[in-house]
């Protein structure tokens, strides 16, 4: 069964504070691993797509890394602006355009 | 604008009373689904859809219908909602094989 377990809950960052958020997944078969950013309120917003094991991509601040069981989003100088809840979904090979979602991580960042 | 608008934003019904959610796309997407955000167990698909008339079940069906007559429109119909169904609701939609998935504002839905 696949399972996505986003880690940790919630993140308080000082502003240019960097770190990282983690996306542990299991799926049979991944096509590929989406990093998405929803703001309070309004749907989720596309960040990312990672498919294969060392692959890396970047965005401002932003960079999604992925492992063969996990990935990393890490936040280099964070801004209050990014600000936001940070969802990971996993896709597998045999579905359509099916996603499995974690929970997210819900971030903060002070001023 | 590309977007994907779901109708009603807001919306507190009885138990037992049918409702309809209406979800549309202006980007000609084949791949529509639904999703429930419940906290602490994040988004979770409802109903897919693969092409016009072309529908299948996700992980939480129960409770739900779906159809798929015109490619744009995809709405969730709840006949009998119930308590259990109070939700922020998500439509969603893409191209068959995109990575991309474009998202509605959400419908947040209250069942008393």
């Known amino acids: 069964e696949d399972q996505v377990t986003q880690s940790p809950e919630a993140l308080r960052l000082q502003e240019g504070e960097s770190s990282s958020l983690n996306c542990s997944y299991t799926v049979s078969g991944l096509r590929g691993l989406f990093w998405y950013r929803q703001d309070p309120g309004k749907g989720p917003e596309f960040l990312f797509t990672?498919?294969?094991a060392g692959e890396e991509k970047e965005k401002e601040r932003l960079k999604a890394t992925l492992t063969k069981k996990e990935s990393f989003l890490h936040i280099t100088a964070p801004k209050p602006e990014d600000s936001a809840t940070y969802l990971c979904?996993?896709?597998?090979?045999?579905?359509?355009?099916?996603?499995?979602f974690g929970t997210g991580t819900r971030l903060t960042v002070i001023p | 604008e590309a977007q994907v608008t779901q109708n009603p934003r807001y919306l507190i019904t009885v138990t037992g009373k049918k409702l309809t959610v209406t979800c549309s796309q202006n980007m000609n997407h084949e791949y529509m689904s639904w999703y429930r955000q419940d906290p602490g167990l994040g988004l979770r698909q409802i109903y897919y859809s693969m092409n016009v008339e072309v529908t299948d079940k996700g992980d939480v069906p129960e409770g739900y219908k779906v159809s798929r007559k015109e490619k744009r429109n995809f709405p969730l119909i709840l006949e009998s909602p119930s308590p259990n169904q109070t939700s922020l609701y998500f439509c969603?939609?893409?191209?068959?094989?995109?990575?991309?998935?474009?998202f509605g504002q959400g419908t947040r839905l209250t069942v008393v």
């Open positions: 979904a996993v896709q597998a090979e045999t579905g359509a355009n099916n996603l499995f």
């Open positions: 969603a939609s893409s191209f068959q094989g995109s990575t991309e998935a474009f």
């Open positions: 990672l498919y294969s």
